[in-house]
């Protein structure tokens, strides 16, 4: 038997999830360099394999319809839009050259989960440095790395300081609470949290 892993990732959306996870996989793979052979695309499509979503990525980057590949891999086409989504959003980077990327461009691809080293990837940085460049292209478009709050509290413990990307140009707003009951679901020692 073969073992297949799991990751957990959390995020705003589902897309920023699925990346936060992909990159969670620790394969050693960069996304995009995974080798797919297009004579097997279909085979490939129809079995479940660890390497189905890049092929599911290639197929969409070739043209198909969300509707094909949901025939063809029975994957509920609510995700299918959501991976096309994802790749629509990679080809409108790789139109812009890092240097003249619009800052709502750049916002939109940061919120939907796109971390800096798949962005020096789309814009072919190679290097140590690839990195760094995106993060100065960032900071340059008004995107700062902030703690979240709760960190304060635990500063001298040994816990390390949560980091993200505030998505907003240096406003800083309280969300009021709603009256509405949230709920979240998990495995393990939590079940059900209720705030």
Not at 48 to 57: D, Q
Not at 78 to 95: H, R
Not at 155 to 168: D, E, G, H, Q
Request: net charge positive; glycine share 8%; with cysteine.
């Amino acid at each position: 038997m073969k073992s297949v892993g799991e990751v957990m990732a959390i995020g705003r959306t589902f897309k920023e999830a699925l990346l936060k996870g992909v990159r969670a996989l620790d394969t050693g793979k960069k996304v995009g360099s995974e080798k797919i052979e297009p004579k097997i695309l279909t085979q490939r499509l129809v079995t479940p394999h660890p390497e189905r979503l890049s092929y599911v990525r290639y197929a969409l980057r070739q043209g198909h319809t969300v509707k094909q590949l949901a025939k063809m891999t029975s994957i509920d086409p609510w995700f299918l839009y959501q991976l096309k989504e994802i790749n629509d959003m990679q080809l409108e980077l790789e139109k812009h050259p890092m240097e003249s990327i619009p800052t709502e461009v750049l916002r939109e691809a940061k919120r939907m989960g796109f971390s800096d080293g798949r962005l020096a990837g789309v814009w072919r940085l190679d290097g140590k440095g690839s990195q760094e460049k995106v993060r100065h292209l960032r900071k340059k478009h008004g995107f700062r790395r902030c703690t979240s709050g709760g960190i304060r509290a635990r500063r001298n413990s040994k816990v390390s300081p949560r980091i993200f990307t505030r998505l907003t140009r240096k406003k800083t707003r309280r969300r009021r609470p709603t009256e509405e009951k949230s709920s979240f679901w998990g495995a393990g020692r939590i079940v059900l949290a209720r705030y």
